[in-house]
């Protein structure tokens, strides 16, 4: 796929990896739109890149077909759909009092990362179909976005592993389900990147937690995140995989 011409949209675009991954986007002669938060800064980010912003909640099912068919019209099309929006909590199966993992968390955080992340995908690509291939047939990619967590989960992490396990085990057979129509799907599993929760932590704090690195023994920036997702727009051949982005790292129980 060819960047400048093309349409993205970018869940979580108004920080960290997302954004990264639409300046890049923007940079190289693509039209974007953010969708984010009401209080994120979704507007601003938008504005700096010469797209269109619009405000969401992906766990609103309903709403996000609203607001996938609005940022679809505002751009005139969609080739391309990153997602990061997720989220987490520590909380053991059994807690060391004896108390149960709470049924409802568990269901919030499969929620908010692999129901809403199928979501985006299934309203996406109905509009992706809808596109004239290109030479090679492709009509469009989508990326979305799990955890080293997925593989290799950490002591109360079980919810998380769970939800991002699910968007890796996903991946293949929807990259199945929609090559008839030259739709791509991949998945980035990054470790701790300095984006979201992480961002600000001291780097006393930074290298105990990347210590299991192989290299480099840091955490990654969403530059990175960005240049390994606009690989993947521009190589035909990256379809039905997970990639991880983690700098050799493997997380240990705890």
């Known amino acids: 796929m060819q960047i400048s011409g093309s349409k993205g949209i970018?869940?979580?675009?108004?920080?960290?990896?997302?954004?990264?991954?639409?300046?890049?986007?923007?940079?190289?002669?693509?039209?974007?739109?953010?969708?984010?938060?009401?209080?994120?800064?979704?507007?601003n980010t938008a504005k700096?890149?010469?797209?269109?912003?619009?405000?969401?909640?992906v766990m609103d099912y309903e709403g996000m077909e609203k607001v996938i068919?609005?940022?679809?019209?505002?751009?005139?099309?969609?080739?391309?759909?990153?997602?990061t929006a997720g989220g987490g909590a520590a909380i053991?199966?059994?807690?060391?009092?004896?108390?149960?993992?709470?049924?409802?968390?568990f269901q919030r955080v499969i929620d908010l990362n692999l129901i809403a992340s199928f979501n985006v995908n299934r309203v996406v690509a109905e509009?992706?179909?809808?596109?004239?291939p290109n030479e090679e047939g492709e009509r469009g990619v989508m990326i979305n976005t799990a955890s080293i967590a997925a593989f290799e989960g950490q002591i109360g992490q079980v919810a998380y592993s769970a939800a991002k396990g699910g968007i890796a085990a996903m991946t293949l057979t929807m990259a199945r389900d929609l090559g008839a129509v030259g739709i791509r799907v991949m998945t980035i599993a990054p470790s701790l990147f300095d984006t979201g929760?992480?961002?600000?932590i001291p780097d006393a704090g930074a290298a105990q937690l990347t210590k299991d690195c192989a290299f480099p023994r840091r955490m990654g920036k969403p530059n990175?995140?960005?240049v390994m997702a606009i690989a993947i727009f521009e190589c035909a051949m990256m379809n039905g995989s997970t990639l991880r982005v983690d700098a050799g790292q493997r997380f240990a129980p705890r």
């Open 10 to 43: 970018f869940v979580g675009g108004a920080s960290g990896m997302c954004r990264a991954t639409a300046e890049i986007f923007a940079a190289k002669g693509g039209k974007v739109a953010i969708l984010d938060l009401e209080k994120s800064d979704g507007a």
């Open 48 to 57: 700096a890149l010469g797209g269109t912003f619009h405000p969401c909640n």
């Open 69 to 83: 068919g609005e940022a679809v019209a505002a751009l005139g099309g969609v080739h391309f759909c990153v997602n």
């Open 92 to 105: 053991r199966t059994l807690g060391k009092d004896g108390q149960k993992h709470p049924l409802d968390v």
């Open 127 to 132: 509009h992706m179909a809808k596109n004239e």
């Open 197 to 200: 929760l992480t961002k600000g």
């Open 224 to 226: 990175e995140f960005a």
